[in-house]
């Protein structure tokens, strides 16, 4: 039976027209391993600014778990991305609270353009990061500092990680299990949610 107090949270963070994609493919592979290993010790939620729910890119609509305010301590937080989180890059409120998590979760991750709001919070000063194909260029922008990783899928900086857009996520959430939990917990996590891609065109 798993001790509750000790269990390291994930927290998934949603913003007005989040990417789909972006939240909920970490979610899928995160959740499932959660769930069907408590025994690992994690457990994952999505946090919105008030709690409330959110309106996606397209159309989807998503109830977070948690406000800011309201989260438990995060051990791991995933930051995605989509056309929302440009207004973030100048919104103090998203940018401090991000710093703020710097300073106390162990992994910082980002899907996409969730990169491009961990550059302009200065979390990315001189490290390696990626981001959507489209967004490079603006990251470099933003911090001319970064290492921008231009052929990667997933970029693993030790406590941060970056992704590429979109079903990028999935692999660098993967990838994240492997990390905390093993490459073959891994495996069953990829197996359980039968990604295994053959794109068909």
Same mark, same amino acid.
């Given at each position: @039976?798993? &001790?509750?107090?000790?269990?390291?949270?994930?927290?998934?963070? *949603?913003?007005?027209?989040?990417?789909? *994609?972006?939240?909920?493919?970490?979610?899928?592979? *995160?959740?499932?391993?959660t769930h069907r290993f $408590?025994?690992?010790?994690? =457990?994952?939620?999505?946090?919105?600014?008030? #709690?409330?729910?959110?309106?996606? +890119?397209?159309?989807?609509?998503?109830?977070?778990?948690?406000?800011? &305010?309201?989260? $438990?301590? *995060?051990?791991?937080?995933?930051?995605?991305? #989509?056309?929302? +989180?440009?207004?973030?890059?100048?919104?103090?409120?998203?940018?401090?609270?991000?710093?703020?998590?710097?300073?106390?979760?162990?992994?910082?991750?980002?899907?996409?353009?969730?990169?491009?709001?961990? +550059?302009?919070?200065?979390?990315?000063?001189? !490290?390696?990061?990626?981001?959507?194909w489209g967004s490079l260029?603006?990251?470099?922008?933003?911090?001319?500092?970064?290492?921008?990783? !231009?052929?990667?899928?997933?970029?693993?900086? #030790?406590?941060?990680?970056?992704?590429?857009?979109?079903?990028?996520?999935?692999? @660098? =959430?993967?990838?994240?299990?492997? %990390?905390? =939990?093993?490459? &073959? !917990?891994? %495996?069953?996590?990829?197996? #359980?949610?039968?990604?295994? $891609?053959?794109? $068909?065109?």
């Open positions: @039976m798993t &001790d509750n107090s000790a269990t390291k949270q994930i927290g998934i963070v *949603l913003f007005p027209d989040v990417e789909e *994609l972006d939240a909920v493919g970490p979610w899928e592979v *995160l959740s499932f391993w $408590p025994e690992d010790g994690y =457990a994952v939620s999505c946090l919105s600014k008030d #709690g409330g729910p959110v309106a996606c +890119a397209k159309g989807l609509t998503i109830q977070a778990h948690h406000s800011f &305010d309201d989260a $438990p301590p *995060l051990e791991v937080v995933v930051f995605p991305g #989509g056309r929302g +989180a440009r207004p973030l890059l100048n919104d103090d409120t998203y940018l401090d609270w991000v710093r703020r998590q710097r300073t106390t979760a162990t992994i910082m991750t980002s899907v996409c353009t969730g990169s491009l709001v961990y +550059a302009a919070a200065g979390l990315l000063k001189g !490290r390696p990061a990626t981001s959507h260029d603006r990251l470099a922008e933003i911090d001319a500092t970064v290492d921008v990783r !231009r052929d990667e899928r997933f970029v693993d900086d #030790g406590d941060v990680v970056t992704s590429a857009g979109v079903s990028a996520g999935i692999d @660098m =959430a993967l990838h994240l299990v492997a %990390r905390l =939990a093993g490459v &073959d !917990r891994a %495996r069953e996590v990829r197996r #359980g949610i039968q990604y295994d $891609p053959e794109p $068909p065109v």
